[in-house]
């Protein structure tokens, strides 16, 4: 059995979009205060305008870290751990209600489709008083797999 060999493509603006919207598990790093790096495991979606959207709420660190700070970088994941992945560098910005509500109708639907109770899902936002955090791609690496150099084969 031959080694699997790492891969880095370089890929598109749409290219990187098509393959981030099939995939939901991601980590959103933000910068702390004292300039570290902070990291969130999340789960995301691709909004109309092509930005990565995560939902969450004011008071997180990565919430008050993008208000602070707008560069972040997102980490997206395929299901499978050892799937292709890429790193996505871009500027966020934080929404907050009622401006983030129908944002977050967005959100749900990019990555679950149409909800059974579009109003009961709303008054559940508005309960949970959510936040969506928007991040447009301004760089991105090659979409990535791990495996052994290819000096191995």
């Known amino acids: 059995m031959s080694p699997r060999i790492a891969t880095a493509e370089k890929v598109s603006r749409e290219q990187l979009l098509d393959f981030v919207?099939?995939?939901?598990?991601?980590i959103l790093i933000t910068t702390r205060s004292g300039g570290g790096p902070q990291a969130s495991p999340v789960t995301c979606g691709?909004?109309?305008?092509?930005?990565?959207?995560?939902?969450?709420y004011p008071e997180r660190a990565k919430t008050r870290n993008a208000r602070r700070d707008p560069r972040a970088s997102v980490?997206?994941?395929?299901d499978d751990f050892d799937g292709p992945w890429v790193q996505v560098d871009g500027a966020a910005e934080v929404l907050d209600l009622p401006e983030a509500l129908e944002p977050?109708?967005?959100?749900?639907?990019?990555?679950?489709?149409?909800?059974p109770d579009w109003e009961e899902y709303r008054?559940?936002?508005i309960r949970q008083g959510k936040s969506l955090v928007r991040i447009t791609p301004t760089s991105w690496g090659p979409i990535a797999?791990?495996?052994?150099?290819a000096r191995l084969a």
């Not at 980490?75 to 395929?78: A, F, H, N, Q």
């Not at 797999?145 to 150099?149: A, D, H, R, S, V």
């Open 145 to 149: 797999t791990g495996g052994f150099p």
């Open 123 to 125: 008054a559940a936002m």
């Open 75 to 78: 980490v997206v994941l395929s």
């Open 21 to 26: 919207r099939d995939r939901h598990r991601a």
């Open 46 to 56: 691709v909004d109309a305008e092509g930005r990565i959207v995560v939902s969450t």
């Open 104 to 115: 977050l109708v967005e959100y749900y639907r990019s990555i679950s489709g149409e909800h």
